[in-house]
């Protein structure tokens, strides 16, 4: 088996009990790096994209890199992939802490779930040891308590957990899976569709750390890649004194930081939510790093009320702040420990409730249909954590809610106040004040998402270089290089975040020296575009249409009404075009069958 | 000339101010005289926190009244009374 691999999967069939161990071809993870790409690989391999994403046929499976449990920095990222609830798209959904490591340690690349388990139950692993456990006595608990009673049961505070609050267990389309209680593999809603598995939780310790070929040469070559991580402002200095948060002033200031449902781009509460605000208001308490990061952005936290935890990081305290209009550092910092309580995702959860206000503020939503709970106004910390925890309960209004910005616009009947792309709700960044983000958020295989091409850094950051955020020129180059590049790193087992210090060779050469595939820049970066479009047949087998490629219509049709980026929209149809020649893909967005052949995909 | 600093970031909690005015006695300069005035002002911390040598480092950010720096003249484009400067030091998340 090739260096830092464990070589092989674990293959659980949830309806039968049966546990399989399988071999991985050397082939193939060679062609699909690990990660998101062997995740990729299987998801198209045992899966028909047409499957109900909640029925027993979905498959889910958590996927480790090549670096993930080495010494390389950041070396500590899994995936969770299955075919997502909100957008019946891919679904990929990343993840740091501790349990990715654990699982390579535990001597597996992927564990793969298939069927749904007649009881509630959770995965045991402990190296070759693999038991299926009743987990009744779990279901209903929150995801640090669920934490804690699997520790105690196991008999070993090593024992890492990846688990399942509330709102998996009640299908909640946006629910996460939690590991070691405050890590979130966040977006999509696999917690959903691990809920609809009757899968609480999986519990791993591992005893061997994988090792490169030549340990020398790999660890001189994470020395390096750490000096240049130590040396970097935003790695070394920015992201561990004041973590992701830095960016609510930065945005706000673009006039990009979408405010009350993204009718705006500018905030008048920020100075009190930001991140400057975190530290000066003393909430913050430290920092802290996942499996092996230098970087160490996780933001510590403890409010006057006692409540303890970790976040807000930069999307979580938006998408409970500004997109609703609440400028209340407290409620918000509470809401985002209550959705990692839940197991939800903060930025779906966030923006649905965003829509929800806006349905109610015009009129849309009547009175009668809140049952009980308080009015959605924009700027109630009040609704705010009343509808978190009825979400994750579907507890009245919460049941609609928690299926979904776009089923609930829709249910309205107004899907356009929906901020979502195929379904899937947008992140922090107005793309009227950012061209080529547009571009990203209308192309990404898994509906709305900034994680997938992240533009904000050329165009607002200026990392690696400068470009203007308005110009459209160029962006869709720009786009599929990020986009391709992204999918590497995701596929390594590392952490995007490494990308704002370290090039496409300083990449090439961890992953080289831990599999001992002599890979070039070239047949890298290869590999991240037959990713990309593997994702995109998946996407198109199982219902993709051309015209999902956009974005609501309120980004595109009404001007930013003030601020630094008035009278501007996202000029999609201006980059689209382009952005389809360079990706290879005829006029409808399809993969050429030349382009499938060269990617070894036909 | 008045010019109205806010500083953001890092160098907001370095120097634990939120914004100041800055006072030149000339009519008019350039974003890289006024960083000069700020370090001579504040210190070595906001040249090393802006620059690498004489250049603006990467990923920080300077806005003149909104606009960035960089879409401008860098570190020559000119500031004159009542301007509003907004200094941020390299910053990222996700």
Redesign the interface.
Known sequence: MPGTYAGRLLRVNLSSGQIKKEEIPEEIMRKYIGGRGLGTYFLNKLLDPKTDSLAPENVLIFATGPLTGTPAPTGGRYMVLCKGPLTNLVACSNSGGQFGAELKAAGYDLLIFEGRSPEPSYLFIKDDEVVLKPASHLWGLETYETTDRLQEECGDKNVKVACIGPAGENLVRFACVMNEKHRAAGRSGVGAVMGSKNLKAIAVRGSNRPHAPDHDVFMNFIRQKLETLKDN??TG???P???????D??IN?H?AYPTRNFQTGVFEGT?EVS??AL??KGYLKKNRGCYACPIH?GRVTELPTGSKGEGP???SGWAMGACMGIKDLIAITEANFLCNRLGMDTISCGVTLACAMELYEKGHLPKEDLNSGPEPTFGSSEALLYYVSAIAYRKGLGDKLAEGSLRLATNYGHPELSMSVKGQELPAYDPRGVQGQGLAYATSNRGGC??RA?L??PE?????E?L?PQSVEGKAQWVKIFQDLTAVIDSCGLC??TS?ALGVEDYRDLLSAATGFDYSVEEMFTCGERIWNLERLFNFRAGLTPEMDTLPERLLKEPMPEG?QKGNVVRLSEMLPEYYRLRGWDQDGKPTPEKLDSLELG | MHLRVRFFGLLRLDLNIQEEELILQVDKATVGQVVDALVLKHGPKVGERLLAGENIRQGTIILVNGKNIHHLKGLSSEVRDGDVLSVFPPGAGG
């Open positions: 402002p935003v200095e920015g992201l004194k004041l973590g992701t948060k830095v960016l002033n930065i200031e006039g100075s991140g400057e530290v000066e952005c990081e930069y999307e900034h994680v992240y904000i850094s607002v950051l200026g990392i690696p400068k203007d995007l975040f704002f630094p």
